[in-house]
């Protein structure tokens, strides 16, 4: 599904744990780290999508996480030339990027409740907690900005108190990888 203007829906999913650190994960196969993701089918809602995303990336059902906020509309990243598929997309307008809904989670479960490995295809094989501004500094560049918009429009919702300061955050990669299979 895509829209007028070349972009798809999509749901991003900031999950954060009871210190407030974020999920991050690393996708199947690559030194690529990223929050959970997918697109939105035509019959869900954003919340609905989000729940399925959830379950299927990460392992983790509705009543295991309190959602703490999302952005109030579509948040728009462009793909890079190389990565647009002029061919895969068929009748309609070529895809460009997406358009996203982030959701900002609390996770309520132990960190054993997490399952990457719930699909055929897993999204991530590896994960780890980071501190809230690290993503700025890991992900892929083209989404850089989509990131920094959601984490700042979010972060009230998690640091109601003031929302940590950016600058000299970046303290290189966490040691702790939580492996998601064998």
Same mark, same amino acid.
């Given at each position: 599904?895509?829209?007028?203007?070349?972009?798809?829906?999509?749901?991003?999913?900031?999950?954060?744990?009871?210190?407030?650190?974020?999920?991050?994960?690393?996708?199947?196969?690559?030194?690529?780290?990223?929050?959970?993701?997918?697109?939105?089918?035509?019959?869900?809602?954003?919340?609905?999508?989000?729940?399925?995303?959830?379950?299927?990336?990460?392992?983790l059902r509705?009543?295991?996480?309190?959602?703490?906020?999302?952005?109030?509309?579509?948040?728009?990243?462009?793909?890079?030339?190389?990565?647009?598929?002029?061919?895969?997309?068929?009748?309609?307008?070529?895809?460009?990027?997406q358009k996203?809904?982030?959701?900002?989670?609390?996770?309520?479960?132990?960190?054993?409740?997490?399952? &990457?490995?719930?699909?055929?295809? =897993? #999204?991530?094989?590896?994960? !780890?907690?980071?501190? /809230?501004?690290? *993503?700025?500094?890991?992900?892929?560049?083209?989404?850089?900005?989509?990131?920094?918009?959601?984490?700042?429009? &979010?972060?009230?919702?998690?640091? =109601? #108190?003031g929302v940590?300061? !950016?600058?000299?955050? /970046?303290?290189? *990669?966490?040691?702790?990888?939580?492996?998601?299979?064998?």
């Amino acid at each position: 599904m895509i829209d007028h203007d070349g972009f798809r829906p999509n749901v991003g999913i900031i999950l954060s744990n009871q210190d407030r650190r974020l999920f991050w994960g690393r996708r199947v196969g690559q030194n690529a780290w990223q929050f959970p993701q997918g697109g939105i089918n035509p019959d869900e809602t954003p919340e609905q999508a989000m729940f399925r995303e959830l379950e299927e990336e990460v392992g983790l059902r509705e009543q295991q996480v309190t959602i703490l906020g999302c952005t109030r509309g579509w948040l728009r990243y462009h793909l890079p030339k190389r990565y647009i598929r002029r061919h895969y997309c068929g009748p309609g307008p070529t895809c460009i990027g997406q358009k996203q809904v982030w959701f900002m989670l609390r996770v309520d479960c132990d960190e054993d409740a997490f399952c &990457l490995d719930r699909t055929d295809k =897993p #999204e991530f094989d590896a994960w !780890r907690w980071v501190r /809230y501004w690290q *993503p700025l500094y890991e992900v892929v560049y083209f989404k850089r900005h989509v990131y920094q918009q959601a984490l700042e429009e &979010l972060a009230p919702a998690l640091y =109601p #108190e003031g929302v940590p300061d !950016r600058r000299h955050v /970046y303290a290189g *990669p966490s040691r702790l990888l939580r492996q998601g299979y064998p």
